[in-house]
């Protein structure tokens, strides 16, 4: 049974670097097979997408975070991780990881199966 | 960016009600849209694959249509467990995006 599990700090102070990782237990992250992806919901809204990558290094990311966030994955450790640098209060949210499985042979990526619990992420002097 | 209006953004219903919730997509994304339920302080849970493919475990009374730019997820029967906030989500193109939220209330 596959499960993730996000960790990380959970107060980050403004202008730093928001660091979380993701661990993947009950299957291998370069058995390929899905994307790795980082969503987040501030407190009381609605989803947003941070980005995925795939174990071969392919990443896509959301423009709305010009270009803060970084994904990259730690196969010998069957981890991937998330940072975003120079956070603001708006960053407070609570970050899930999840995975994506995707079809090689069709190209096709399906919608999110799996996810971490969540971890909560405030940012604040 | 494809916007995902869903409405309505909250709905009072008793048990036993038939709902219907409606995810429109600013541009057509095929059937590449999923629906997940959220319940307060957890991660959100697919419900529904692909427009229309109900994921297993997940009782038949929820079902879902639509493809193009219009989609619906159905309760069929409210039961206690289903109170909950339902997402739609497209995965057609980068970014990925969300729609609102529908709180289904008591």
């Known amino acids: 049974q596959v499960q993730l599990e996000e960790s990380g700090p959970g107060l980050v102070k403004p202008s730093q670097t928001l660091s979380l990782t993701c661990t993947v237990s009950?299957?291998?992250?370069?058995?390929?097979?899905?994307?790795c992806s980082w969503i987040r919901q501030h407190p009381g809204k609605g989803l947003e997408w941070i980005g995925h990558?795939?174990?071969?290094?392919?990443?896509y990311y959301n423009p709305s975070l010009k270009s803060r966030a970084a994904i990259s994955i730690d196969t010998s450790e069957n981890q991937f991780s998330l940072r975003l640098n120079s956070v603001t209060a708006a960053d407070t949210a609570v970050y899930y990881c999840?995975?994506?499985?995707?079809?090689?042979?069709?190209?096709?990526?399906?919608?999110?199966?799996?996810w971490g619990q969540g971890t909560m992420v405030t940012v604040s002097s | 960016d494809i916007q995902m209006t869903q409405s309505p953004s909250a709905l009072s219903a008793s048990i036993g009600d038939r709902v219907t919730i409606t995810c429109r997509a600013s541009?057509?994304?095929?059937?590449?849209l999923a629906w997940y339920q959220q319940k307060l302080g957890k991660a959100p849970k697919r419900l529904i694959s692909?427009?229309?493919s109900l994921q297993s475990a997940v009782p038949s009374r929820f079902s879902g249509s639509g493809s193009g730019t219009e989609f619906t997820l159905t309760i069929s029967s409210l039961q206690p467990e289903d109170f909950a906030t339902y997402y739609c989500?497209?995965?057609?193109?980068?970014?990925?995006?969300f729609g609102q939220g529908t709180k289904l209330e008591i």
């Open positions: 990558i795939y174990y071969s290094g392919n990443t």
């Open positions: 999840a995975r994506a499985p995707h079809y090689v042979s069709s190209g096709y990526t399906d919608a999110f199966d799996i």
């Open positions: 009950g299957a291998s992250i370069t058995s390929g097979g899905y994307y």
């Open positions: 989500l497209q995965h057609n193109s980068y970014p990925y995006t």
């Open positions: 692909a427009a229309s």
């Open positions: 541009q057509a994304i095929r059937r590449d």
